[in-house]
Structures are given as C-alpha cells and as structure tokens.
C-alpha cells in the first residue's frame, strides 16, 4: 500500500502530465489503445490463468466474457477514434444570424476508475478504452479481491502503455478511501450500492462527476412459449447466463425467474437438464463453472439458504463445497418474497423462480421493486413484449436472451435509479469521459437591432 503522501506525488505528476497536452493528440490515443490490444493478444494465457486463480473461471469463458469482448471494444475505438475525435457541426437559430457553431469533444483531465473482482479485466478495462479514447490520464485501483488479476494488471499491462499516464495502483477499500480524498474529474466506479453511496458522498467535496456502475436484481420473465423449441431455447439461455457467467457473480445475470403457475413445472424440469447437459451429473468436478470469490461470498450465500423456508424451496442443487468455494447451481421454488434471497442482490449460483396467476402480473412485480439493471423477457407475445417495454423501466431490457447486451457497442451500458448512473461501452465510453464544449464563431457583419437596448417598444411591433 502507498502511503498518503506518494499517493498525493502520483496524482500531481499525473496532472502535471495531462497538462503538457501529450494525451490529447490522436496519435498518442491510437498508440495507447494499440498498447492495449497488443497486452491483451500477447498475454492472453497469462490473463486465463489469473482468472483461473481468482475465480476458477474456464478460460474460454474468460475469453468470451473478457479478452475476446475487450478486444472487440479495442479494435472498435481504434476504427471510430477519428470520428468520435472530429468536431460536430451544430444546426442555429436565425437570430444566430452568420454564425457557426459545433461540438468539441475535450477530454476531462485524471479520471479514477474503481472496479468489481467478477470481471476484473472487463471491468478495469472497458472503461480505460473510454478514457484513453477521449484523451484522458487515468488511475485504476482494480478489486483486491481479484489479486492475481490485479496483479497483472498492475504489472503487465502497465508496460505496454505510457506509465506516465496510466496507473494501476493495488489495494483495498482502505487505498479506495485514499484515492477518494484526491481530485479527480471523474470518478468511475463499478461495484455494490454500498460502496456507491461512499463514493458519491465523497465527490461532493469537490463537485467531482461520478459514474455509478451497480447491481441489483435483475428479473427474467418467462411467458408460456408457443413450442417446444423456444422453450428449449429459453430454458438454454438462462441456463447459460446465470451459472454460465461467473457462477451468477455478474451484476446483469439472471437473478430470478418469474413464470405462471401452471407453466412452473416445465420451466423447472427443463433447466433441470440443462443443467446436467452444461456442468455435467456432478458440477462439482466440473471446470466449466466459476468458483465463489472468497469465504466471506461464500457463508453470504451459504446464509440465504439457512431460513428453513427457503432451504424447503430448493427442488434442485443446494450442495456446497466450503474448502473449494463450490455452489452446486442450484434452483428455488417460490422461496418467501421477504427472505434475504428475494431481497438482496444474490450474485452467486442461486435461481429462484417465483410463480405468478398471470405473467402479465410480471410487471407489477418489478414495478414494486427498485429499478434493475437489466430485465429479461422471453416470449412470444407480441403486445405483452409492448408492455414491459412502456410499463417497466431499468438499465437495458432484452427479449429471448440475456446478458448479450454487454457484448454491444452500439449500445449504452448502465443502470438506472439505484441500479446505477451513467452510460458507457463503444462511443457512449468516450463521450462519457469527455467534456462536448460548444463553440460558436460568429462573424463580425450585421447583428438584429432589437438585441440591444433601449428598446423602443413601438418599434418592436413594426
Ligand atoms: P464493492 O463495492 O465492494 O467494491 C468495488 C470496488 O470499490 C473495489 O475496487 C473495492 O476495493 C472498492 N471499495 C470498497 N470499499 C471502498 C471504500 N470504502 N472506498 C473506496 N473504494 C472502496 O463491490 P464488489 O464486491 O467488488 O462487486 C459486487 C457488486 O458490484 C455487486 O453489487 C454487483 O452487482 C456490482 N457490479 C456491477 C457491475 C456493473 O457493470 N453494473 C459489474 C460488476 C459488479
């Protein structure tokens, strides 16, 4: 850990930087991204295997959610670069009579990104693309609960970019309060509510701008589908986007199911062999499934189940394994709406599905809970489909699968309400990090009389 006073040196010098103007020119830009996709293709088994050590994730897993999808986001901001850089030009009123007028894209100064252990290089990383793209230097103070993947990136990846600009400082909530105390022009910030609620009272001090990148609970709606295959389809994806990503430890997994009573049995059934058909008879021998962060996620989840009426909802899983860290995937039905698992944010291999009377009841569920993050709807139902999109609102909300909007550039990432502040992912990232000054170049020919006084009010009506 740095003490204070390096801490306070380090922001300086790299203020001091920003203000020698390197970092705004493209080409330092373009060289940085380059950095960054080179660290990202060179070092990728390095990258699996930290991911293997924090989180026992598959590498292809680790390549699908992190390398693959960063180096996507990489290869995206190098091609729009230009683009996103030139000025844009601005329509006026008449009154601006010979005057012309665009947008300029300037970067906002040091920026602090803050990151989650689950994706620990999606998550440091997705927005350092932003920050490098708008021309910006930046610290980032990745989890510490994720320290071989935080390592790397301390150590690594530093390398293949310009250390006078971009740092990756370790350590805890502890350097997280410290770094707090620093000015920053922005602070990014992706991890719990809790956390947020410190971070957002500590940017008051100097009116610092925040983007909040939270969790919550993010609902999947299953409708009675028409055929056989699109429940198949339907059952695979949630399988797959739940247990699949982190073992549920993913701010936009699935964090339960809600499905019509008489359809309960079906849907359960099915992800019964699902599950079996993805992480085998026994998971727990499994490599295809994440391992719990630490022993404290561990007992968090270990105590949702420890309510006898909600260890009675559990019709499939349920097994653990302390020592590895090991959550069998496991399915609730109908725990009690007000037991911790239906309360809490569960992030972890837990899926409860709730029962309703009709699924059109689905959206005033939601409606009564905090925004999510994400909403899922799997359905055929063309004017059901209409209703959640007008009658529901979170971050992103996606019909037949889940979690796939992560992987988009072309679409904004974030929460709402409590699930979070602030958008980002492809240009939104950029534009994130950016100031737009608006300038305007006005000629010095003919201006309208009536803009300067006195007035003369007989005038004005003529
Ligand atoms: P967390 O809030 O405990 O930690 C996040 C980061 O903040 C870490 O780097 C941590 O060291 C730092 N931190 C902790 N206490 C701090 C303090 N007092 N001052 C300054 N910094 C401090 O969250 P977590 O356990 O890493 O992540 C889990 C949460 O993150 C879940 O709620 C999940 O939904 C959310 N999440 C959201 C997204 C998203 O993109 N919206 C992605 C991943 C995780």
């Not at 602090?112 to 350092?128: A, D, M, Q, R, T």
Request: charged share 25%; glycine share 6%.
């Amino acid at each position: 850990m740095e003490s204070l006073q390096s801490l306070e040196c380090e922001v300086k010098t790299l203020k001091e930087y920003f203000r020698t103007g390197k970092t705004k020119d493209a080409a330092w830009r373009q060289s940085q991204l380059e950095g960054l996709l080179l660290f990202l293709r060179e070092k990728e088994n390095e990258i699996f295997e930290a991911l293997r050590i924090d989180l026992g994730k598959h590498h292809l897993e680790g390549y699908r959610d992190e390398v693959g999808t960063l180096v996507k986001s990489t290869i995206f901001a190098l091609k729009n670069l230009k683009d996103w850089m030139s000025g844009k030009k601005a329509k006026l009123p008449l009154v601006a009579l010979l005057t012309s007028a665009e947008l300029v894209a300037e970067p906002l100064g040091l920026v602090l990104i803050l990151s989650s252990w689950n994706f620990p290089f999606g998550l440091s990383l997705e927005p350092l693309i932003g920050a490098i793209a708008a021309g910006n230097t930046a610290v980032i103070k990745p989890s510490e609960m994720a320290p071989a993947c935080a390592h790397l990136l301390a150590t690594r990846m530093t390398t293949y970019l310009d250390d006078k600009a971009i740092k990756v400082i370790q350590g805890g909530p502890d350097v997280g309060e410290q770094l707090l105390q620093q000015k920053w022009d922005k602070i990014f910030f992706t991890g719990s509510q809790k956390v947020g609620r410190i971070i957002m009272s500590a940017a008051v001090k100097y009116l610092t701008p925040v983007v909040l990148e939270m969790g919550g609970k993010c609902p999947a709606i299953v409708d009675s589908l028409s055929s056989s295959w699109d429940r198949e389809v339907t059952v695979n994806r949630i399988i797959v986007s739940k247990y699949g990503a982190c073992a549920g430890q993913a701010c936009i997994a699935i964090d339960y199911v809600l499905v019509e009573k008489r359809f309960a049995a079906t849907v359960v059934g099915l992800m019964k062999i699902m599950i079996k058909k993805m992480f085998g008879e026994n998971p727990r021998v499994s490599n295809t499934i994440a391992r719990i962060v630490n022993r404290t996620h561990f007992l968090r989840l270990k105590n949702f189940l420890k309510d006898f009426a909600v260890q009675n909802s559990v019709v499939y899983g349920g097994s653990m394994d302390e020592e590895n860290l090991f959550i069998e995937p496991t399915i609730l039905l109908d725990p009690p709406l007000d037991s911790a698992v239906m309360t809490e944010e569960i992030f972890g291999p837990l899926l409860p599905v709730i029962t309703l009377e009709r699924i059109e009841d689905s959206i005033e569920f939601i409606n009564s809970r905090p925004k999510p993050l994400a909403i899922y709807a799997f359905s055929n139902n063309e004017s059901l489909r209409r209703r959640i999109l007008s009658e529901t609102s979170s971050g992103s909300l996606v019909f037949n699968d889940a979690v796939i909007q992560y992987a988009a550039d072309s679409l904004p990432f974030g929460g709402v309400g409590e699930s979070g502040t602030g958008k980002y992912h492809g240009k939104f990232s950029f534009d994130t990090f950016s100031n737009y000054k608006a300038v305007a170049r006005r000629s010095f020919l003919t201006d309208f009389w009536y803009r300067f006084p006195p007035w003369n009010t007989n005038k004005l009506l003529l």
